[in-house]
């Protein structure tokens, strides 16, 4: 409080001494008087300068910034909307892939199915043909031997008739 008292008393010294209290200037500060005009124009110059050196190169500088980002966010707009379209496309190109995957394999297994269905014939003819060949070499065989016993039988025969032939009284 006492700080404050001693900056206005000092403040009012100050203002006195530069403004001089009188009729046309009550309170010190603002009189109406010549200067009034002057201080008009000093403060539109002032306004001016500052609007020229201050104002004008933020606003710019702001609505360049401004203009940055909105021309930045809709190119990352654009970039999204691309990203999002290569993505479905690719999404497709993927299920298309996979589908045409599936359809390989399946073609692969059931041609793998014929090829073993067909050697499983051939083979099936193979062991039937085979088969068919030792039956029949087995009938060979066995007529051979059967003839060759039958000529032992008639042999036999003759050696057993010629034997008892001669051992017989007659």
């Known amino acids: 409080m006492v700080l404050e008292g001693f ?5 009012e010294t100050v203002g006195e001494a530069v ?3 009188g009729p046309l200037c009550p ?3 603002l009189c109406v008087n010549g200067t009034l005009f ?3 124009i000093n403060f539109f110059v002032f306004v ?3 609007n020229v050196i201050l104002l004008k190169p933020i606003q ?3 609505e360049e910034r401004e203009n940055y980002i909105l021309t930045n966010r809709n190119e990352a707009q654009q970039r999204l909307a691309e990203a999002k379209r290569l993505a479905d496309q690719y999404e497709a190109e993927l ?3 996979r589908r045409e995957a599936q359809e390989i394999i399946a073609k692969a297994e059931a041609e793998a199915m014929t090829i073993r269905t067909q050697k499983l014939a051939e083979v099936q003819q193979e062991a039937a043909a085979r088969l068919e060949q030792s039956r029949l070499e087995v009938q060979a065989a066995k007529e051979t031997a059967l003839a060759g016993l039958q000529q032992e039988v008639v042999k036999l025969s ?3 008739t010629a034997k008892l032939l001669a051992t017989s009284p007659r």
């Open 27 to 29: 309170s010190g500060l």
């Open 60 to 62: 710019r500088v702001t």
């Open 158 to 160: 003759a050696q057993i």
């Open 38 to 40: 002057f201080q008009a």
């Open 7 to 11: 900056l206005l008393l000092a403040a």
């Open 95 to 97: 299920v298309d892939t």
């Open 19 to 21: 403004y001089p209290r």
């Open 48 to 50: 001016i300068i500052i």
